[in-house]
Structures are given as C-alpha cells and as structure tokens.
C-alpha cells in the first residue's frame, strides 16, 4: 500500500500551546475571576453505608460569611435525577438524586453543602454540620457483593448484579472438549483513580435577566455536558454555555457530570450569584471516580503445539456504588476486542458487573487496560504450560498480512493493521536469542532477568455504528468549522475537550493540510459551546481519527472553493489545474507547477467584499461546515518489549529497558504522539507497579493522600525508545488510525510477562497488580 505525500502531516513540530503553559500564561478554572463568587464545600459521609437519620446545619448556618447550606432534600427540588437506562439486555437501569436524602453508599458519599463567601469559611462550617448516621452492612468485594444476603447497595439492583451479558460464537464448548489441553490463567487487576493535577472543579454564573447559566468547567466533553447540565436543571440548551480552559489533565475522570457540580450550577441558579468549587486532594482520591477493579479467568483450549483453537472469557467487575455511565460499557469492550492481533473463531465470554459500598467507577485512560495482558498472559500461559518458546507460540497464533482483514469471533474488523511487522521489530531491538543467553548467564550468578512481549491492537475511532452494535449508548460522530476570513486568516473549531494532549498543534495541521496554508495561519478554537460545533468530545483516542478526520475533510471543501474562486479570477473554467500552496495558488504549466499571482488573502477578499464577480452558484464568504462519523472502528497496533532485572531478596523490579514499535497510521503531529506514547507508557507502568486505591472491610478508603496513593515517578521509569512503522488506514480521512491508549494496554502486559519470565526458575506466576516487593516476596517464599 502506497503511502499519500503530505506536507504538514507526519512532521514532527514543536507544539504551539507550550509557550503559555510553560511560560504561566495558561488560563486554568482558578485563573478565572468571577467577582463576587460564593464558595462551596461539601459536607461528605464518614461511612461507607448509612441511613441518615438526621442532619443539623444550625450553627453552620449561623457562622460568619455563611450564605446557606443545603441537603439533598432542597437540590431534589431544584434538580432532576440522573437515569441510567440503556436499552441492553442483561443491563439493569439505575437512578439517583443529586444527593442522597436517606442513606450514603460510600465513604465521601454527599450528605449535604455549605457556601460561604471564601472557601475557608465554607470549610469551616461545613465541620459544624451535625449528621446522625445509623451503620448498616458493607459489601466490599466484587464476590461477597453476589453472595445471598450481601447487603444491597442500589435497591432497584437485586443481588448487586447491575449487568450480565454473555456470547458465544464458533463451538468453544465443544472445541475444548476435544483440544489437546485446556489452559486456565487468571488476572487481577486492582481498583485505581485519574489523579489529574487539576482536581475537578466548576463556576457557575446565573444570569438572571437573561436566564441564562454560564458553566466554566474542565471537561472533556462541553457538548454532551451541557446537554446533561440542561436536562437536570430543566433549562433548554440555549440557556447554558459550558467554557472549557486549559485543563491540568483529566484520564477520563472528566467525562461525566457529577453530583457536586450539578449542585453548583443549581445553587448558582437558586441564588442568584456567582458559585465556585474546587475539590482538594483528599476528595479527589476518594470520591471522585475510581476505575479498573476487575478480574478475568481465560480457559484456552490448544493444540500440542501451541495453537489456539477455543477461547473461554470469565470477567468480573467492581462498578462502584454509581454508576455515571452504563456498567456494561467498560468490561463489554475488553470482552469484544480480547482476541487482539491473535487467530481466534471458538470465542465465548461472560461478563458480570456488580455494585460495592465504593466510589463509582468511570472510564480511565484505556478502560480495556486489561485486554492485552490478558490476553498476551493467556500465550505465556500456554507456553509456559507445554514448555514451549512464547516467541513460537506467539508466531504461531498471530495473523499474517494475506490473512488481513480479519474478521473477529465478535464480528470486529482488523485491517490495515501490522501485528507481525512490529512483533519482529522488537524481537530485533533486544536480539532475542543473545538476550536468552545473557539470561542464562545472570542466572548463573544469582542475577533474574526477565523479557517480556506484548502485542496490542488498540481500538481507537468508536464510529457510531460500534456503539450500536456494542449495546451502548452514544454517538461516535465529529463536527468541525472551518471560517477563512477575508484577510486570509484561518478560524477552526471541532468539538473536542483538550485537557493537554496538544490539540491545538495536531488539529492545525490537520487543517494545513487539507487547505494549504501554513499551520501557523490556523488558529483552533475549542471548549467553548457558544463557538465550537456539537460534538461528542475527546474520550477512547477518538480525536484524531473523528476530530481530526473531520478538520481534514472539512478544509478540503474549504480547498475546492477556494480554487473554484481562483479559476474565476484566472479566467478558467474550472480549479482542476490549480493548487494552493502555503496559501499561494499556483497554477499547472506541463509537468511544473508555477505561481499565478494570487493569495488565499486575494480569493478570500473577492469571496466577501466581492461576491457578485464569483463565479456562477457560489455563495459569498468561506464558511464550511462539515460532520464526520467514522468507521465503526479502527485499529492501531503496536508491540512493547521490557526488560527487567528482579531483586529476589527484597522483591525490587528494576525497568533495564522498554522499546515500543508502533503503528498508529497518518500522524497530526509526531512530537504530540511521541508525548502521547510516553504518557501511556508511564501510567500503565505506574499502574501496574504502585496505584492501588484501597479499602479495608468498613469501607473506608486508606489511600486517601499521596502518601498511601502512590504514582511513578521519573526516577522509577525508564526511558522509552520508539520504533515507528506506520501505515495509513484505507478506511479513514487521511489514513489516521489514532492512538493514546494503547501504551497503557501494551506496558501491564509487557512488564508483567517480563516479571514473570524472571520468576520462572522458580516456578510461580504473578496473577495480579500492582507488583508490589511484598506480592513478589511472598511468591518467593520457601522457593530461593
């Protein structure tokens, strides 16, 4: 396949919004000055279940610079319930009030809110609200939440089972019945949070006059949050603005509207005034969102020599106490792109998802993290069963480039994906077999090296037909603007929530491209919903796929009007033998291209200043918009090879080195995605090694700093080396596959097969994250 020539595409540049975010001229939610704004704090449950049998906000109330406080009795008049209720068979609907006005479902739960005139104030009162709680039973585990007489977290959920879906396609059953053996392995991966720098946070102003609210709020998604702020305050969306600044991060915990800032922008409404909130550290890391906490058991059926012939998925997972999003959502998508890069038709799963007295769950940056590892873990396994090489077996079972593309066991199309390609990439950069020799050597010393492979296939585009087919709700479609104005200047907009992946810089070029001009003539505007057209937002390493694939094909209508334009003003019949240039229009002479005297400037001043001399059926002015809904989805791929060295002693893992080869299609801009490999590299290696956020058997959350919370640091993480191969998407605006994610499904795999294979000698397998000293010192016991 022939790759297409850009101009602005595939180079690296350095990105543009860097220069105020790292000289302090970044405008974040604090740097916003609301005069006159009232500050929130919210009173919040010590328990993890309780019946709240009273609550007194009297002398609260009657402290210095107390406005008011409120219940939840007083925001169930102001507000509507949330509901979720997708229409998924298996998925049990639930709904809830803005705050609970009879029990608290986890520790930091809402009890009640207190504004004041500064934030301290508030604060201090909200110590002064008087609650009577009345204990009742916890479940807080993903098993004891299914056992007969658990305590019930969400009435309208019976037995705490809120979503129960299986598949089968092919004969698994029977397949394995007849198989060589039956290989069982099993995965735990523990409950994590975002930990964005930006804690959340919100402004609400009311305009009363006009009716009107005002929402400044870092968010990934303006548009559907301000059709959910709408809905819940029964305003229409002409009534709401959702600004979204520059944002300290956000991992997905950034996608739903919360509680807390539901209240805000109710309270702002009640009162008429300015109200603002920001979460501290502690609020965050308990009753933000939590993600991951699922386990999974394959059960792979194979032949003497490896192949793979049948598949049994088992997955169970912990959905929290709330579910803000549909509870299939996370653990179905694990199950439908499980197979990965790997030949596979006899394919079944069964997915449970169960409540627990614990704060609900939300999508974190690749919420199928657990795909690849389990699935590469499922080849360690089999080789590791039968004493085969995994490099064989791997060779033996991964799709070669005649079989593509491929259809999936759950219907999902791989194509133009390069699985084989970047496997062998790896294995070369660490020379496998001298590796096995200095292996072999080390051990010989007391010294445990271990190498460990995996190979993913990231889903990145979400087209709308995927969500449809998936059972879940929602969109997967883009819309941009595009506005040349008459001095030549280029206005964009697409609706996306940046939260710092280098929009700006990537969407710029997406639209240089399309048009011809230079990036730095493009200026992109997002987060705004006044400015920005309706679009679905960034979420699941969409954005350059349907974002930027709806910028690029936006700026190519842009282009042909352009040039239609031109021909006018040369006096030909049509644009077919023009091009612009770098914002110049040049004109075809034989096999040369050479300037016709003319600007984007020239052709968009005659657009609208001129427009009775445009040719005929053109409308004045370059204005252009266009939506894009992608494929159903589209894969890009790559392979992570990590080498460690284990301290068998203490239990210490040392990263030696990390090399990613990887194809993720067309790039916007390779200095945003080499950012974007790094950081899903290192959260994917931080989560495996360190982030467990836990809780004992009352439910109360003991990781709430960062003390007991723990995250890598750059001293703990190794530098990345990076092998690109890529290869355009046939199927997609430009060839962009897209990518975010992937390295986080990529280094749980890689580093634990790499633990993994150091612990071979001694004959145990870590199942589980994180890999702490003590999990391995404990594998280790009685075994050196």
């Known amino acids: 396949m022939s790759e297409p020539t850009f101009r602005y595409l595939n180079k690296a540049v350095p990105r543009t919004e860097d220069y105020r975010l790292l000289t302090g001229y970044g405008r974040y939610l604090d740097d916003i000055e609301i005069a006159g704004a009232l500050h929130v704090s919210f009173v919040r449950s010590p328990h993890a279940h309780a019946r709240i049998v009273s609550v007194d906000t009297t002398t609260a109330a009657g402290m210095p610079g107390v406005v008011t406080v409120v219940t939840g009795r007083e925001l169930a008049q102001w507000t509507t319930p949330i509901r979720v209720a997708a229409p998924v068979e298996g998925l049990l609907p639930v709904e809830f009030t803005t705050m609970p006005t009879e029990v608290v479902r986890f520790q930091g739960d809402l009890v009640a809110c207190v504004v004041a005139t500064d934030r301290y104030l508030a604060e201090d009162a909200a110590e002064q609200v008087m609650v009577e709680f009345e204990p009742l039973p916890v479940v807080t585990d993903m098993w004891q939440a299914l056992e007969a007489g658990a305590a019930q977290v969400d009435p309208g959920v019976p037995g705490n089972l809120v979503s129960h879906q299986t598949y089968s396609n092919g004969d698994p059953q029977g397949v394995s019945e007849h198989a060589h053996r039956v290989i069982e392995a099993t995965f735990r991966q523990q409950r994590q949070t975002h930990v964005p720098i930006e804690t959340r946070g919100c402004a609400a102003v009311w305009d009363a006059g ?73 609020e965050n890391l308990t009753a933000a969102a939590n993600s991951r906490e699922d386990f999974c058991r394959t059960r792979a059926a194979v032949d003497e020599h490896g192949t793979l012939l049948a598949l049994d998925l088992e997955i169970r997972e912990d959905f929290g106490a709330y579910c803000f999003f549909p509870a299939n959502y996370l653990a179905r998508v694990v199950a439908m792109v499980l197979s990965g890069p790997y030949r596979l038709q006899h ?375 990076i092998i690109p ?13 897209g990518m975010a994610e992937g390295g986080v499904m990529g280094a749980l795999g890689a580093l634990t097969n790499a633990v993994n294979d150091a612990l071979a000698p001694f004959g145990v397998v870590a199942d589980r994250h994180p890999l702490t000293p003590m999990l391995l010192r404990d594998l280790l016991r009685d075994k050196l």
């Not at 915990?253 to 509680?259: D, E, H, S, T, V």
């Not at 390779?670 to 989560?687: D, E, F, K, R």
């Not at 191969?725 to 596959?737: C, N």
Request: hydrophobic share 40%.
């Open 347 to 721: 394919y079944a799963f069964d997915v449970k998802v169960v409540l627990s007295h614990k704060c609900g769950n939300a999508p974190m940056r690749a919420p199928m993290s657990i795909t690849s590892w389990v699935m590469e873990g499922t080849i360690e396994a089999i080789a590791r069963e039968l004493k085969l090489d995994p490099v064989e077996v791997r060779r033996r079972n991964l799709l070669m480039p005649e079989e593509l593309p491929y259809r999936t066991a759950t219907g999902e199309l791989l194509a133009d994906i390069t699985p084989s390609q970047t496997f062998e990439a790896v294995l070369n950069a660490f020379d496998y077999d001298a590796f096995r020799l200095r292996q072999q050597a080390a051990r010989a010393s007391g010294r445990y090296l271990g190498l460990g492979l995996c190979n993913v296939v990231e889903p990145t585009t979400y087209g709308s037909r995927f969500y449809k087919s998936a059972g879940i709700p929602g969109s997967g479609h883009e819309a941009s603007w595009i506005r040349i104005e008459p001095s030549g200047v280029v206005n964009a907009s697409v609706g996306l929530g940046p939260s710092g992946q280098g929009y700006e810089s990537a969407m710029a070029n997406a639209v240089a491209e399309g048009l011809g001009v230079d990036p730095s003539s493009v200026h992109i505007h997002l987060g705004h919903t006044d400015i920005a057209p309706y679009g679905m937002g960034s979420r699941g390493a969409r954005s350059g796929t349907a974002g930027g694939g709806a910028l690029y094909l936006c700026a190519l209508d842009a282009r042909r009007k352009v040039l239609a334009i031109a021909a006018g003003c040369l006096e030909l019949p049509d644009g077919d033998s023009l091009r612009l240039v770098d914002a110049r229009i040049e004109r075809r002479s034989g096999d040369a291209w050479i300037d016709a005297g003319l600007t984007l400037a020239d052709v968009a001043r005659r657009a609208y200043m001129d427009p009775t001399s445009l040719p005929p059926g053109l409308t004045p002015g370059l204005e252009f918009h266009l939506a894009y809904d992608p494929p159903p989805m589209t894969y890009s791929n790559s392979t992570h090879g990590c080498e460690i060295e284990l301290d068998v002693a203490t239990g210490a893992i040392h990263v030696v080195r990390y090399v990613i080869a990887e194809d993720c299609g067309t790039l916007l801009n390779p200095t945003v995605v080499t950012g974007q490999q790094h950081g899903a590299v290192a959260m994917g290696l931080s989560g495996a090694l360190f982030e467990h956020t836990r809780y004992d058997e009352t439910g109360q959350n003991v990781t709430g700093s960062l003390a007991d919370y723990l995250i890598a640091t750059s001293t703990e993480l190794p530098n990345f080396e």
């Open 725 to 737: 191969l890529h290869t355009p998407s046939r199927a997609t605006a430009a060839g962009i596959k």
């Open 210 to 282: 006009r009716e009107h609210l005002t929402f400044h709020i870092g968010t990934q998604v303006p548009h559907p949050l301000r059709t959910q702020l709408a809905q819940r305050l029964g305003l229409s969306e002409s009534q709401v603005t959702v600004i979204s600044p520059d944002v300290g991060g956000a991992f997905g915990q950034k996608i739903a509207l919360y509680r807390e800032e539901l209240s805000v922008a109710a309270l702002a409404r009640h009162l008429k005034r300015p109200v603002r909130w920001r979460e501290d550290r502690l």
